[in-house]
């Protein structure tokens, strides 16, 4: 006869299953304003952690890249040799944000060569509105995510000129252009969703992540 399991073993009736572990969000601190997305994670109560290298790319389950200088990151991103590795990672499925110069960097067309994911199906003009002395704020409504609309800034921003099928376009300025898009895992905006209070994208990029095994 089978013994029994004990009242309190883990295959007693009724006992709550364990719980994931929460998923941990990497933050691509090569260049630009990581911190400030590591703080907005933190206000949020999600880990996140810096990922300068292959082996804490491996370790992460959803990367943010910051804004900065595009061409810059692009070029560190093949001197730390984790280009590749972060395509071969988005095409299995890893969830990215991509702010200003990250919206770049997930472009499959920039128009100019420079090292790039390309993996988002959107065409995208880099310094779409000059120089720093051109930078601004703007009020956008946000399409399909409640609340009033988000306060952005933008900071020698680019503007997205046209998206794919499979693109859902989430804000545009008042003139119709493109400034934020998502296609399934995938997030861009062309502001700097960081350097506000306001967390609607920043979680709504989250519930893109799937709970760790």
């Known amino acids: 006869m089978a013994a029994l399991a004990a009242p309190n073993g883990p295959n007693r009736v009724g006992a709550s299953p364990t719980p994931a572990p929460a998923p941990l969000v990497g933050v691509l601190a090569l260049q630009g304003a990581f911190i400030e997305h590591l703080a907005m994670l933190e206000q949020l109560g999600v880990s996140g952690r810096p990922v300068r290298l292959p082996a804490e790319l491996a370790e992460v389950d959803a990367l943010i890249i910051p804004g900065g200088e595009s061409t810059t990151i692009g070029k560190l991103l093949v001197d730390y040799a984790l280009l590749e590795p972060l395509r071969a990672r988005v095409h299995a499925g890893l969830p990215v944000f991509g702010t200003c110069a990250g919206a770049i960097m997930l472009a499959r067309d920039i128009g100019r060569e420079q090292p790039l994911l390309g993996v988002m199906d959107m065409v995208v003009e880099r310094n779409a509105f000059g120089r720093q002395l051109q930078s601004f704020e703007a009020d956008l409504p946000l399409e399909g995510i409640a609340g009033p609309p988000l306060r952005a ?43 506000t209070q306001d967390t609607r994208l920043h979680r709504l990029f989250l519930e893109a992540i799937p709970a760790r095994r």
């Open 153 to 195: 800034v933008f900071i020698r921003a680019p503007v997205i000129r046209a998206v794919g099928p499979g693109v859902r376009v989430l804000a545009r300025l008042p003139d119709g252009r493109i400034v934020a898009a998502q296609q399934g895992p995938l997030l861009a905006t062309c502001f700097h969703p960081e350097l």
